[in-house]
């Protein structure tokens, strides 16, 4: 596991242990949060592979990933189907209510849920998760609500530390290491 893994606070191991839905926003959190648009209006992002290398690992180990987004925009559909995520909410202006009905449709506890965010948005959904996730260049309003703040900023590599800092807390970092040896 990464060395900067290996301080992490207790209790945010200890959050992050019961986690059962990682639940990701889009916009600064899986892309740098840039918006980029082509002469026709078509709208693309760049998307980070260790982050997708990350939320596959995920699920791979027993982690429901989800996607979260108040825009709408079909680059992420087809990241999120490139993924095999299955849980994919755009259009989302009301973040707190989709995640209530997430948590109710998987029959999970809010403790077992982490959200990890960037801007403003995403803090009514972060103070109802178990674990609150801030990418490293998230709106100060949002880090100083967050448990955890990633190293890395939003589409370069944070979503990845969650994810392997995820499966560090549950146990299955060393396993997943050896699988790749």
Known sequence: MPSYLSDLPADVLARAAKVRLAIFDV???LTD???WYAEDGHETKVFHV???LGLKRLMAHGVQVAIMSARISHPVALRAE???IAHVYQGQGDKRACLQQLLEALALAPEQAAFVGDDLPDLAPMRDVGLA???ANAHPWVAE???????LNGGQGAAREVAD??????GKAGAERERWL
């Open 27 to 29: 916009d600064g959190t």
């Open 33 to 35: 949060g840039r918006l």
């Open 133 to 135: 996730v801030a990418v």
């Open 145 to 151: 609500q967050a448990h955890w703040r990633t190293r």
């Open 82 to 84: 490139e993924l095999d």
């Open 50 to 52: 260790h982050d997708g």
């Open 165 to 170: 800092m995820i499966l560090l807390a549950q």
